[in-house]
């Protein structure tokens, strides 16, 4: 699905690094171009409209955003999974473990049981798709909850990575709005038409 | 400063935990209201209209939401200060030490120096005014950036732990929504009027 936009954006902003890290710090992760989000969450929702979504599932911390401006879009609730253990999280809820291919680091996230449920349809959206960890931890926490899920929502998925492979072999509806196929040294940024 | 429709929902929906904890979490710290943060934005781009801004600072993840908004409205971008050290961060960052208040753990804040400089004028938000530890440490990386801070914006400040008041009588502008001025074990909130 064609993106230009947030395509020309990665190709004169995105910058790769060592382990096929592209990093988009200068709008999406770090500093945050509330137009482009804007856009972003537009196109997201014009492709769920019929889809009778409930609530926008994402994790800490870049999802928030996109998430947010979907649910406002589709006239629901985002919701977040937290990283860490916060001691005001009360009890009951989901976990489910999850490793960043960025970070390297491994930690559980979670959703309180008290907003998601098996009334609820679910758009799963966050920045990028590569590996899929965050993807499935987040579905295994509506899968705990008994919701359904309508599908997924990525900013930028890796091609050339295994997420959206999986995710799409599942049988599960996953959008990405711009697929990068192939990074080079030199900082070319190849795009799946 | 009156904002009766954020009052009412922490009123209804706020949980009191031991420790002077006011969980929100059902609109701002995990589900998140996107018609509510909107209407809080509004009322930080009014409040700052004038103010010049050409910046939004927050640190992940609660904040993120209200900054983005705030910066579209100003028609700036949003800048989320990260509070790990991320492999995909390259060197040159400003940094400051922070105490989280409510998981009790200290990490370090930073911020690229690629997108905060002497050339901005800050408005820093959070969703949180408590101990002002985090916004202690916004307000120090943007003082390491050279950068002019026109004041600060919090959805909920607890008008009974010190950090309001160490701000305003350092001689910042700070605009909070709501200030909680009293919660009992019971379950009341009072606000000041």
Do not use: W
């Not at 977040?80 to 989901?94: E, I, L, M, S, W």
């Not at 799963?124 to 590569?130: G, H, K, M, R």
Request: one cysteine or more; aromatic letters at 8%.
């Amino acid at each position: 699905m064609a993106f230009e936009r947030l395509k020309q954006q990665i190709r004169t902003e995105g910058k790769i690094f060592p382990g096929n890290i592209l990093k988009v710090d200068s709008f999406l992760n770090h500093q945050i171009d509330p137009v482009l989000c804007g856009a972003m969450a537009d196109e997201f929702a014009r492709l769920y409209a019929s889809e009778r979504i409930t609530k926008v599932l994402t994790v800490e911390a870049s999802g928030i955003v996109i998430a947010c401006e979907v649910a406002r879009r589709l006239g629901v609730k985002a919701l977040f999974a937290k990283k860490a253990d916060h001691k005001n999280v009360a009890a009951g809820r989901y976990e489910a473990p999850v490793r960043s291919y960025t970070t390297g680091k491994s930690c559980t996230i979670s959703v309180s049981s008290e907003y998601l449920s098996s009334s609820d349809r679910v758009l799963i959206v966050d920045d990028f798709l590569a590996m899929g960890e965050a993807a499935h931890a987040l579905a295994e926490i509506a899968r705990q909850a008994g919701a359904e899920i309508a599908g997924f929502g990525f900013a930028i998925e890796k091609g050339f990575q295994p997420g959206g492979e999986l995710l799409r072999s599942a049988g599960y509806r996953v959008e990405s709005l711009a697929i990068v196929d192939r990074m080079t040294d030199e900082g070319g940024i190849f795009f799946r038409d």
